[in-house]
Structure formats: C-alpha cells, structure tokens
C-alpha cells in the first residue's frame, strides 16, 4: 500500500530561525522534538548522512542532510515500511512553512499496523513537534494541538505492555570489570551528544575501587542494558550524588523505572540523608523525569560546564529522606 502523509504549518518566522529547529534534532538542546511526550530521537552520531538511530520501535538512517533546510531519514523498522520521512522548510514571503513529509509502501503486517496504530500516534507526535516549533521560536501556538481519545488509548496500551514487559527481568547488579568496554562505549555515545560527561578506563577503574563510590549495572535478561555511579558513600552528612545514570537505549520506560530503584537504594540500603544530581539545564526530559519522582531544583549558585566553543548551565536537584516515604516498601520495582 502506498503512504503518502503530510503535516505543514506556516511560521511568522524567517527561514533560518525555523531552519535552525532541524539542525537541533537529536541533540541535548533539541528544539522540535516533542521528547517531553514522546519518545526521543537518538542518533548514534550528530545529525549526518549515515547516522543511524530512531525513537521508539521506528528505527531510520539519515539520507539526505540540508543543514537548516531539510532531512530526510530512511526506514530501516519495523518490517514493512519502505520508504522515508523528513522534516523541511519552505521560505513564503515574510512567513516560513515547516513541513513533515512521510512516503512510503507498506506490506506484510504493516498494512494494518500502519493504519490502525502508527499513522495515528505519528500524526499525534508531528503535530506535536509544530507545537513546539512554534514555542521555541517564541510564537506559542494559540491552541496547541490536541490527542484524539484514539490516541490516549493507543498510549495507555503501549504503556501498559511496555511496563509489563520489564517487570521483574531487570536487575542492578554491581558493575565488574568485564563490564567496562559496555559502559565506555555507552557513554562516549552518550556524551558525543551533550547528554552527559565522560571518563577514561583509568578514572572509571580507579573509583571503582573507591569506597566512596558505587558502580551499578542495569542487567536484563541477559544483556547490559545501563549503568549507575553512586558518589558518597562516606559522606559524614549522609548525602550521597546520583554521578551518573545512563540507559542505553532510552525513552522505553527503563530509565524511570532503574531511577527509582536507585532511590530506594539510596534511602533504604545506604540510609541517605539527601541524595542530589546535576543535570544540563536545557535537558528538558531529564528535568522532567526527575521532577516527577520528587526531586526539586536547589537554589544553590548554578554551575558552569565548558562544553567545546560553548558554556552549559548545570541544576542541583535533590530528594531529602523525609520526602521519600517510608511507608512504601522498598524495591518496589521489581530491580534488586
């Protein structure tokens, strides 16, 4: 069957300025990617031709790079989909139009899946990203798209099943050395894109054998699927750092769900008074990931982090122990 979807929404914005929304894709500092209520668009390298990566199950390469002009990504998942879907721009007078195009054939079992599941939270999901377009240009969009009855059951669905799915599969288990050519790689991937900072073997090595520190592995099944470093174990005051949480393939569930292990294992198992992170001002998700497990932004003096020909703003936020609940049992999720 052949597919051709189009969404288009015209800006009172110059070209460049909308242009630049497409050269943020993927990046830390994403400004069309509607990740605060989708999945995230990752790439395993920055936006090029021959980048690979995706967001959900849909996984895609870059074809065709314009830089604030277009791109355009061809399918490689799920099955049936052949074809391709990009954003571009399109200058008209003083205004400036951004537009989604998706063309494809569909077969197998992508001819019900199509219609019945993916077009729907697509549509959902692109106009979405023009709604952010518009606020990050600084035009919010005076009635903000909405989602269908459809759609929230679609998501309610998928949640469902995506939840299920790692219940009691996953574990965190001390990380050993056999398990630094994962972490290395994972976090390189992860810090070429300004997501976190980065270690040699020798620091990672080296703390490992501190007793300050706490290595963690996200186990499931059988695969490495993250990792964790706890940093104040010693503390005097009992107030321990969340250095670093990392999963390696995000937007699925997973990250929340080890977040709250580590919590727990935070008040529960090391008796923390305070446990604390920093996080990059403009990683929204994370931010809001964060906050909805109770953490809360400190106002301490904000921290600078110099990264390449640019300075990067860094939040404190913490959980003190009288926020966590002792009520609630703890491992509540099914990680040990």
């Given at each position: 069957?052949?597919?051709?979807?189009?969404?288009?929404?015209?800006?009172?914005?110059?070209?460049?300025?909308?242009?630049?929304?497409?050269?943020?894709?993927?990046?830390?500092?994403?400004?069309?990617?509607?990740?605060?209520?989708?999945?995230?668009?990752?790439?395993?390298?920055?936006?090029?031709?021959?980048?690979?990566?995706?967001?959900?199950?849909?996984?895609?390469?870059?074809?065709?790079?314009?830089?604030?002009?277009?791109?355009?990504?061809?399918?490689?998942?799920?099955?049936?989909?052949?074809?391709?879907?990009?954003?571009?721009?399109?200058?008209?007078?003083?205004?400036?139009v951004?537009?989604?195009?998706?063309?494809?054939?569909?077969?197998?079992?992508?001819?019900?899946?199509?219609?019945?599941?993916?077009?729907?939270?697509?549509?959902?999901?692109?106009?979405?990203?023009?709604?952010?377009?518009?606020?990050?240009?600084?035009?919010?969009?005076?009635?903000?798209?909405?989602?269908?009855?459809?759609?929230?059951?679609?998501?309610?669905v998928?949640?469902a099943?995506?939840?299920?799915?790692?219940?009691?599969?996953?574990?965190l288990?001390?990380?050993?050395?056999h398990?630094?050519?994962?972490?290395?790689?994972?976090?390189?991937?992860?810090?070429?894109?300004?997501?976190?900072?980065?270690?040699?073997?020798?620091?990672?090595?080296?703390?490992?054998?501190?007793?300050?520190?706490?290595?963690?592995?996200?186990?499931?099944?059988?695969?490495?699927?993250?990792?964790?470093?706890?940093?104040?174990?010693?503390?005097?005051?009992?107030?321990?750092?969340?250095?670093?949480?990392?999963?390696?393939?995000?937007?699925h569930?997973?990250?929340?769900?080890?977040?709250?292990?580590?919590?727990?294992?935070?008040?529960?198992?090391?008796?923390?008074?305070?446990?604390?992170?920093?996080?990059?001002?403009?990683?929204?998700?994370?931010?809001?990931?964060?906050?909805?497990?109770?953490?809360?932004?400190?106002?301490?003096?904000?921290?600078?982090?110099?990264?390449?020909?640019?300075q990067?703003?860094?939040?404190?936020?913490?959980?003190?122990?009288?926020?966590?609940?002792?009520?609630?049992?703890?491992?509540?999720?099914?990680?040990?």
């Open positions: 069957m052949r597919v051709h979807n189009l969404h288009e929404r015209v800006y009172d914005s110059d070209a460049n300025s909308v242009g630049a929304l497409i050269d943020s894709l993927a990046t830390s500092e994403d400004r069309l990617w509607p990740t605060e209520r989708w999945p995230p668009m990752r790439l395993d390298q920055p936006l090029t031709v021959g980048a690979k990566g995706g967001h959900g199950p849909i996984r895609y390469a870059v074809e065709q790079y314009i830089s604030g002009r277009r791109v355009f990504f061809r399918f490689l998942a799920p099955r049936g989909f052949k074809g391709a879907h990009g954003f571009e721009v399109e200058p008209r007078g003083n205004r400036t951004l537009r989604h195009v998706l063309q494809m054939e569909t077969s197998g079992l992508a001819l019900l899946s199509w219609p019945l599941v993916f077009r729907p939270l697509h549509d959902a999901l692109i106009e979405d990203a023009f709604d952010k377009a518009a606020a990050s240009i600084g035009r919010p969009a005076a009635r903000p798209a909405g989602w269908s009855p459809y759609v929230r059951v679609l998501r309610a998928f949640k099943v995506r939840d299920s799915k790692h219940v009691n599969i996953m574990k288990r001390h990380t050993t050395p398990d630094l050519p994962f972490l290395l790689e994972t976090e390189k991937r992860f810090a070429r894109l300004g997501f976190v900072h980065s270690d040699d073997i020798f620091t990672h090595q080296q703390q490992m054998r501190d007793p300050d520190y706490a290595y963690y592995t996200v186990q499931e099944r059988e695969n490495p699927a993250g990792y964790v470093i706890l940093r104040g174990l010693t503390s005097a005051d009992r107030s321990l750092e969340l250095k670093r949480i990392v999963i390696a393939e995000p937007g569930g997973v990250g929340t769900q080890v977040l709250r292990a580590v919590i727990d294992k935070a008040f529960c198992e090391f008796l923390a008074h305070r446990l604390w992170l920093d996080v990059f001002e403009d990683n929204h998700r994370a931010r809001h990931v964060y906050r909805s497990l109770g953490f809360v932004e400190e106002n301490t003096p904000r921290k600078f982090f110099q990264n390449g020909d640019r990067r703003l860094l939040i404190v936020m913490s959980m003190l122990e009288s926020k966590h609940g002792h009520d609630l049992p703890c491992w509540r999720n099914g990680l040990r």
